[in-house]
């Protein structure tokens, strides 16, 4: 999930460039473990493939870009670290580029940002096979999807549901109703006008809150904001996002299943797919056993422990068995 950054051409070359020139090669970090045997086993036709693996610029993202790197690692390869790219279409413009060769994108931004369809599909796995089958044509190719789910959401305080009762979107669109001054909700800029943030979510609730009752804050600001209670009880989220336990939010169950589903997988360029089949089953039981649970309590560590992506990425990794 996450916002989609509109760039002019000549800022993407700049921030690709800058971002690139940040980068480091994963043999120059000294936070984590020493890769060893594991469940990913080594591939002989990797040894010493120079794979580029790149990320976005959020913490999930730079969590999951050092997860790729590792597993490329162990397979035998040499990964190169281009991750942190600012902005959803800087990095899918260096993946169809050629600029970077794998990325864990997620099927609803694929979907809706890139693919430009309009009408999300409310089941995760036809959802995940629309996007691979429309990609094919961008030369990109789609790995096994995570079960985690990194959408939009709403989320409340322990207080404000025990004095509400709300547990659901539908209990919340009945509040809005009944008391909408006990529904105020602080939400993120892109979250207030993007057709699957608010204004849709109010349309399928059948529900208006009063603009008095709507906070608009900065991303960062909201998840604190939700946690004092302070202007709101509820607020915009992002499902995964570490900063939901960090301050013991609870997200409240999409009943109609407005939002899109937004699973990340493995997208990487399909010459590269073609040239190293194998290393789809590296990341397949990687991407199974990243739950939202097992993905929102690595995020935990980095957005809220203070964890770097390297160290919380190889931990896991061992923890999981694939790395020794």
């Not at 070359?13 to 473990?33: H, K, M, P, R």
């Not at 900065?218 to 992002?238: L, M």
């Not at 203070?306 to 990425?313: E, L, S, Y």
Request: charged letters at 20%; one cysteine or more.
């Amino acid at each position: 999930m996450r916002m989609l950054q509109r760039t002019t051409a000549a800022v993407l070359t700049l921030v690709v460039a800058a971002a690139f020139s940040a980068g480091c090669t994963i043999g120059e970090d000294q936070t984590g473990a020493q890769v060893g045997a594991g469940s990913i086993k080594k591939i002989d036709a990797l040894n010493g493939a120079q794979i580029r693996v790149s990320s976005k610029e959020f913490d999930e993202q730079l969590l999951l870009g050092q997860i790729a790197l590792v597993a490329v690692q162990a397979a035998g390869a040499s990964p190169q670290d281009k991750t942190n790219i600012t902005g959803s279409s800087n990095v899918r413009q260096a993946l169809t580029s050629g600029a970077v060769d794998l990325y864990w994108e997620y099927t609803g931004t694929a979907w809706i940002s890139y693919l430009n369809r309009t009408e999300p599909i409310s089941d995760p796995q036809a959802q995940y096979d629309a996007v691979k089958q429309a990609d094919i044509a961008n030369g990109v190719t789609w790995w096994a999807r995570s079960p985690a789910n990194d959408t939009y959401a709403l989320a409340g305080n322990p207080a404000t549901l025990a004095r509400t009762g709300v547990k659901t979107l539908s209990d919340y669109a009945a509040l809005v109703k009944r008391d909408p001054a006990a529904a105020s909700t602080c939400m993120g800029p892109e979250f207030k006008s993007r057709d699957d943030g608010f204004p849709g979510l109010a349309k399928t609730y059948g529900f208006t809150l009063p603009d008095p009752h709507v906070h608009l804050l900065n991303d960062a600001v909201v998840y604190p904001s939700i946690g004092k209670g302070e202007p709101c009880g509820f607020g915009s989220v992002a499902s995964t996002d570490g900063r939901v336990a960090g301050q013991n939010l609870t997200v409240l169950e999409d009943d109609k299943h407005f939002f899109p589903t937004y699973n990340p997988a493995i997208t990487i360029a399909t010459p590269l797919a073609q040239k190293y089949p194998q290393l789809e089953e590296v990341f397949t039981p990687i991407a199974a056993k990243l739950d939202t649970a097992t993905l929102t309590d690595l995020n935990k560590k980095v957005s809220v422990d203070g964890q770097k992506p390297a160290t919380v990425a190889r931990d896991w990794l061992k923890s999981a068995g694939f790395i020794s």
